[in-house]
Nanobody, 121 residues
């Protein structure tokens, strides 16, 4: 069993900052890519940022220069530092990790429960 637990969401004014955390726990042999997605009601879940196990990152155009994804491999944790927040960043943010539970099993994707980020104008 693998569990992802997010924290750090909340309400912030436009221009403010928040830092999201996502801790992966359970039966873990290796974690490959980790990522943050976001979703607003009635829309699909969109990629915000991703990071490989080696630290290579990828960002959605809308957040480049404002958001920073990082990870602590020793703690199995991924972070999303969000600066200069805009009302259009309001969404439920989901953590995603590609986890291999054992050398006997292939990688599988796991999701967190989501954390609400609300940016007021």
């Amino acid at each position: 069993q693998v569990t992802l637990v997010e924290s750090g969401g909340g309400l912030v004014q436009a221009g403010g900052s928040l830092k999201l955390s996502c801790a992966v726990s359970g039966s873990i042999f290796r974690i490959n890519d980790m990522a943050w997605y976001r979703q607003v009601p009635g829309s699909q879940r969109d990629l915000v940022a991703s990071i490989t196990s080696a630290g290579s990152t990828n960002y959605a155009e809308s957040v480049k220069g404002r958001f920073t994804i990082s990870r602590d491999n020793a703690e199995n944790t991924v972070y999303l530092q969000m600066n200069s927040l805009k009302p259009e960043d309001t969404a439920v943010y989901y953590c995603n990790a590609e986890v291999r539970r054992s050398i006997r099993f292939p990688e599988a994707n796991y999701w967190g429960q989501g954390t609400q980020v609300t940016v007021s104008s």
